[in-house]
């Protein structure tokens, strides 16, 4: 059986305030001077228990505060690259939440420059190229997405797009229409969390009103076969985060996730961690783990693999790069075979 761990990969939705370990929560929050509201590594761990997103985005808002300088940012960003490398990450396209720093006193600066700089010393040290997506925070304004993106015109460096996130219910794609005409005019491609437990129609809005060219989850597109269709014709990218369903409640199984229904149908899913602390694995174990449960065949798998770089914001250039990496390890174009003769 192939270890997809193995695959030269892109990862295109974590965020990286996803990514903060227990160990790193106490080690800043030790030299920063701030109180953890749980005793220790294993009862923080503990406490990832969600029944929902709400329950979840609780706990992560309240992680995230330990982080206050650039250092700070710095840490976080590395870590999770040293990880993502571990899983043959080629490419990662990091969301960051600045709303939910700022609003504590973190100035924008101080949270773009750490991330950045931890990027570009992954991509000359460990060889993982990246760009950042800026998300606004759909349970906040208008008015404070537009300043946000403001904030990061005069400072946008490596950030290719802007994403929108948080509680999905209730807060639906038309709310952000102008900020993200004003985003796509600046030049920023634009992404959306649609269809996680909102419904369907919030996928079709974040393609027609925000004109977003990806989806971010996008499960319940199952709900609605019209739609379905159009996502398949357009090969409209869905990045899936299967463990991040399963610890959501999003589904009650594994072995029920949508991916298999979503592969069927012939649409451009891949496959990636979302908040890979806090649910449970990241990029590998979530294709491998997905693999075991849903009986996805090595060609599914490489298939997922090369789907993630073919719904990246990469250059044409690095694309067939990176794709190339992948044909060579399948014996494909890319390689000219010696094999010996026994
Ligand atoms: N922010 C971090 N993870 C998220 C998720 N899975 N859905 C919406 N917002 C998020
Ligand atoms: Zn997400």
Redesign the pocket.
């Known amino acids: 059986m192939l270890d997809a761990r193995a695959l030269p990969k892109a990862e295109l939705h974590v965020?990286i305030?996803?990514t903060l370990e227990p160990e790193l929560t106490f080690e800043i929050a030790e030299r920063n001077r701030i109180a953890v509201a749980y005793p220790s590594v294993e009862a923080l761990r503990a406490a990832y228990d969600f029944s929902d997103?709400q329950s979840?985005?609780t706990v992560?808002y309240a992680g995230m505060n330990v982080l206050r300088t650039e250092r700070d940012y710095y840490d976080l960003t590395i870590a999770y690259l040293r990880r993502a490398v571990a899983d043959n990450v080629r490419h990662a396209e990091i969301?960051f939440?600045p709303q939910a720093h700022t609003s504590r006193g973190v100035p924008f600066a101080v949270v773009a420059n750490g991330i950045r700089e931890a990027l570009g010393d992954a991509e000359r040290e460990l060889g993982v190229s990246s760009h950042l997506i800026l998300?606004f925070l759909r349970d906040r304004s208008a008015e404070s997405a537009m300043q946000t993106l403001e904030a990061a015109l005069g400072d946008r460096e490596r950030i290719v797009a802007v994403g929108l996130?948080?509680?999905?219910a209730g807060n639906p794609p038309s709310k952000f229409v102008r900020v993200f005409e004003r985003a796509r005019a600046e030049g920023f491609r634009a992404v959306a969390?649609a269809g996680?437990e909102g419904p369907p129609e919030y996928i079709s809005e974040a393609l027609d009103l925000l004109k977003v060219s990806r989806i971010?989850?996008g499960v319940r597109c199952l709900e609605d076969a019209a739609l379905v269709e159009r996502l398949r014709r357009e090969r409209v990218p869905l990045t899936v985060?299967p463990l991040?369903n399963l610890r959501?409640k999003v589904v009650r199984r594994l072995e029920e996730h949508p991916l298999r229904r979503m592969l069927d149908a012939g649409l451009l899913a891949t496959v990636n961690s979302?908040?890979p602390s806090y649910f449970g694995g990241y990029v590998g174990e979530n294709y491998a783990r997905s693999a075991a449960a849903l009986g996805l065949t090595t060609a599914e798998l490489q298939t997922l693999a090369r789907s993630s770089f073919e719904a990246s914001f990469l250059d044409d250039a690095a694309r067939r790069r990176y794709l190339g990496e992948l044909e060579a390890l399948q014996g494909g174009p890319a390689t000219v075979s010696h094999a010996p003769t026994v």
């Open positions: 965020h305030e996803g997103l979840f985005l992560y969301f939440d998300c996130d948080s509680a999905e969390h996680e971010d989850h985060c991040s959501l979302d908040d």
